[in-house]
């Protein structure tokens, strides 16, 4: 979901594919690049919409970090599967699906519902973005390549109230905005876990398989082109999100891109359902992703990306947001 008032893992399926790409150079220029990690998956838990979505969202609803979906409009791929171009998906054995899953609900993003009218009594408007980072290339003739960053799992929130929080850096197109790709920290009903994320062919919203975490787990997280140097709008990609902290990963494996040009890159990003009260949020109060690396469509480090920073100052509760910015950090502040 986007708020546009402002705008066993092996190394050859992730790391080695960069550095083939970055001339063999990945591993100096960041030493994640050679880690092995093997994937070891939770079931997929999607957070149900239930009594607290908003008055205009059907039962049958879940959030995800693209807004509320109906169930049956969000595809959790099993260890070894990918989601191909047109939408089906190969599974690990080789078998590829019939048909593409196609959903025939709408889904809600943050424009689209009656914040202020909640089906559960109680009316937070914390709902959807709420800060982040951005840069654009400024052309639609210039993309990027490649976005990795890190990040720390924050302690659990003092509060429980059936809130649902997403951390993540992305890619979209600004020009034409369809999809969007994301490695996903997520928090609900007192478990962190990992994901990585692609929206929306066919209106579908895929995710890789979950991955259980803790809190002062550090988390690496990569969005990478399958492509040659130098091409606008690559037809694959590779989302990893990785644990260092335990090795566990989870990954979309050349994943489509719809033919978007990837012109718009978030450092990072906080995304809230269901904030009554700042405690809903975890208790140190900040969250910052580091090590912050972007490239371009030739697969060259932006030095000195100049981030945009967008924050919620409208909306209630207001918990002193704000987003600082350094060439390779954002620290989020709630």
């Known amino acids: 979901m986007r708020k546009h008032e402002h705008p066993t893992y092996q190394r050859n399926r992730c790391g080695h594919c960069l550095q083939h790409r970055l001339g063999g150079n990945a591993r100096t220029i960041d030493p994640q690049f050679s880690i092995f990690a093997q994937e070891d998956v939770s079931i997929n838990m999607h957070p149900l919409a239930g009594p607290n979505r908003p008055a205009n969202v059907p039962d049958g609803y879940v959030i995800t970090p693209f807004g509320y979906f ?32 196609v959903c025939g609900y709408p889904h809600y993003q943050r424009a689209q519902v009656a914040t202020n009218a909640f089906t559960g009594g109680r009316s937070p408007e914390i709902d959807g973005w709420v800060e982040n980072a951005s840069i654009t290339t400024g052309s639609p003739t210039k993309s990027y390549g490649a976005l990795i960053a890190n990040w720390t799992v924050p302690a659990q929130p003092s509060a429980e109230d059936g809130q649902v929080l997403y951390y993540f850096p992305g890619f979209e197109d600004i020009n034409n905005t369809q999809s969007i790709l ?27 398989p979950a991955v259980n975490v803790t809190s002062g787990d550090e988390i690496y997280g990569s969005i990478t082109s399958s492509c040659l ?20 990963s989870t990954t979309l494996s050349n994943t489509p891109s719809e033919g978007q040009a990837f012109n718009w890159a978030f450092g990072g990003v906080l995304e809230a ?49 704000a987003v600082r910015k350094a060439p390779r950090r954002v620290t989020l502040d709630y």
């Open 70 to 101: 109906h169930s049956s409009c969000v595809q959790s791929l099993a260890k070894g599967e990918r989601l191909m171009a047109d939408g089906r998906v190969q599974h690990a054995d080789g078998r590829v699906n019939a048909k593409a899953a």
């Open 182 to 208: 994301q490695p996903v920290l997520g928090w609900y009903q007192g478990q962190w876990s990992i994901a990585s994320w692609n929206c929306c062919i066919n209106g579908v919203t895929t995710n890789s």
């Open 229 to 248: 140097p130098g091409t606008l709008s690559c037809a694959t990609w590779n989302v990893l999100t990785l644990d260092l902290s335990t090795g566990q």
């Open 273 to 321: 359902y269901f904030i009554v009260r700042c405690d809903d949020y975890p208790s140190d109060r900040q969250l910052i992703f580091e090590k912050i690396r972007v490239f371009d469509q030739n697969l060259h480090p932006i030095l000195n990306p100049k981030w945009t920073k967008a924050v919620d100052s409208a909306d209630t509760p207001q918990c002193d947001y």
